[in-house]
């Protein structure tokens, strides 16, 4: 059976697990692991890159100022800067956000974009009944984090913003991966 994208709709709330969604593979070249300072006193932005001739984006990750609010239970003023880790996720769209114990601010909060039209590999559809088609499968595509081991939620303000090209809310450190209810 085949459903469409309007019914795909999650609570805010709902859990899924690890193998109820559908990671979006990824094929070509990994990005390497990317270690960059954000400051609180004034907007970051990195991005990687697939390490192919054309330095194809794989994500961007923006900072505004002030999104940092503790790390290892020390608070944060907005002259401090944190050591940020971005581990791209073997196999799949997704990273790592370290250093673990990293707070947020919840009204700064940082965003990442991921960009997987050249090697998000959307064939995956095809191996569900839920999709009609690789694009109904891109069309239900998220950023999902990972509250608990296995257990993964909707980041806020997910969704489509472009062509190939998904956005959502970065929380706090942890795993974040770009997927669809499988």
Not at 24 to 53: C, E, I
Not at 98 to 112: A, F, Q, R, Y
């Amino acid at each position: 059976m085949s459903i469409g994208c309007s019914d795909l709709g999650l609570p805010a709330d709902e859990l899924l697990t690890t193998s109820e969604l559908l990671a979006l593979p990824m094929t070509g070249s990994l990005p390497a692991p990317s270690s960059f300072w954000v400051y609180n006193s004034r907007q970051t932005v990195k991005q990687l890159f697939h390490a192919d001739q054309f330095n194809t984006p794989y994500l961007e990750l923006e900072f505004p100022p002030n999104s940092l609010s503790s790390v290892g239970g020390s608070v944060l003023t907005e002259t401090d800067s944190v050591l940020v880790t971005v581990d791209p996720r073997p196999g799949a769209y997704g990273f790592t956000l370290s250093p673990t114990g990293l707070v947020i601010n919840p009204s700064g909060t940082p965003e990442v974009t991921f960009f997987f039209g050249l090697y998000g590999d959307a064939s995956v559809a095809a191996t569900t009944q839920t999709y009609a088609d690789a694009a109904a499968y891109v069309t239900a595509l998220r950023v999902w984090y990972e509250v608990t081991v296995e257990q993964w939620r909707v980041v806020a303000g997910s969704g489509t913003a472009g062509p190939d090209v998904i956005t959502g809310a970065v929380t706090e450190a942890g795993e974040y991966v770009l997927a669809a209810p499988r």
